[in-house]
């Protein structure tokens, strides 16, 4: 049997009785086609685009995706869920979660 855990407070979570939260991010490099040089036309860059795409469904290829697009998940309890959506980046308040100097 498949046991999960929160991901941020680590403890266990029971199937039957917590409930369990996915987090799911995707980190991806932004392309900004006015910023790339000043062509009129923007083709090359959608094909750049296409290409990259291309290349990270071909999972061989893990070290290009990894700079160019990241997907994270993550599993959470109800606590932690809430605590994330307050706070999905992490900041400052960050101390206030318990995560002191660890
Ligand atoms: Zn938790």
Redo the contacts with the bound molecule.
Sequence with gaps: MIRY???????D?DREEDLRYVVKMEVYAAFDPASVGGEDDDRDHLEEIQDILERLDDSTDDQIGDDVYQQLRFD??????K?FIKNPLGRETAKAFGFSSN
């Design positions: 855990s929160c991901d941020l407070c680590k403890r979570l959470l309890c109800p606590e932690c869920r605590r």
